[in-house]
């Protein structure tokens, strides 16, 4: 008697259930279908977008390196010829100054 009181409630559980999780599922797929064509465009554009990104770093961090050796190059190079360009700027300075400019002698 026990036993099939127990199948009873068993068997009206399920055939009150099994309908509320066949609305559920259908429920799920009309909702993950209207949603689909934009979850396929967020897609297309995270991969475009990641490209672009990719491109962008690359061509920075290459423009990054270029400009390091060339501070490099301008530490090495020039910067120990720093005193002789300022002293031909000083010569220069001192041998135009005695000159007078054309609206000066006019």
Known sequence: MLGTLLT???LGCLLVLLPLLALKLLFSLAVGLVWL??????AIFRIAFGVVGLVATLLFSGVGVVLGLLLVLFLVVLLPLLPL???GLVLVG???LP???A????
């Open 37 to 42: 064509p934009f979850k396929l465009l967020g």
């Open 99 to 101: 000159r007078r400019s």
């Open 8 to 10: 009873l409630v068993i």
């Open 94 to 96: 001192l041998t135009r």
């Open 85 to 87: 360009v300022l002293l």
């Open 103 to 106: 609206l000066a002698r006019a």
